[in-house]
């Protein structure tokens, strides 16, 4: 965000983030309604789910073990193991790990970023209409649809 800072002084605002983000680490991140249901039938209908986050390694444990979803996941990857989005690296590590075509994958994702990382991997994908940015501008990074209820429309998808 500031490149014309020094590196000293941009590594002082990401450790200040940090600790921010850690102090309010208590404020729960809730699913929208049918989410955690709609994971789980997924995986029942043999599913292969994996997570490609912006969140660092201790926030994604600390939120999967709070929703109880760990078990569904059968990899997952932070912005602290990769390339940040929308660099491709995470989705082709995931896809590489658990021996997926980019044909047969799909990633949901609520911001642009998520789309574009996607298109960079060569993976279709699903924007999701409630998140970080609107239809416009997700329709922007060419996704497949975009939806306003993942868990009503998905079915249509996959």
Known sequence: MFPTLLLEDQEAL????????????????P????IAELLINLKEQGYTLAVATGKGRNGLN??????????LFSMTI?????????DSLMIQSLLK?????SSDALMVGDSSYDLDMAVNAGV?????????HGRNVLLL?????????????LPDYI
Do not use: W
């Open 78 to 86: 932070c912005a602290d193991e990769s390339n940040s989005k929308p």
């Open 31 to 34: 699913f929208y309604d049918g």
């Open 97 to 101: 790990a658990l021996n997926i075509k």
């Open 62 to 71: 600390r939120m999967m073990k709070k929703t109880n979803t760990e078990h």
């Open 14 to 29: 990401v450790e200040a983030y940090r600790d921010q983000y850690h102090r309010m680490h208590d404020i729960e991140t």
């Open 141 to 153: 990074s060419k996704p497949i649809a975009v939806v306003d209820c993942l868990v009503t429309q």
């Open 124 to 132: 279709d994908s699903l924007g999701v209409s409630y998140g970080v």
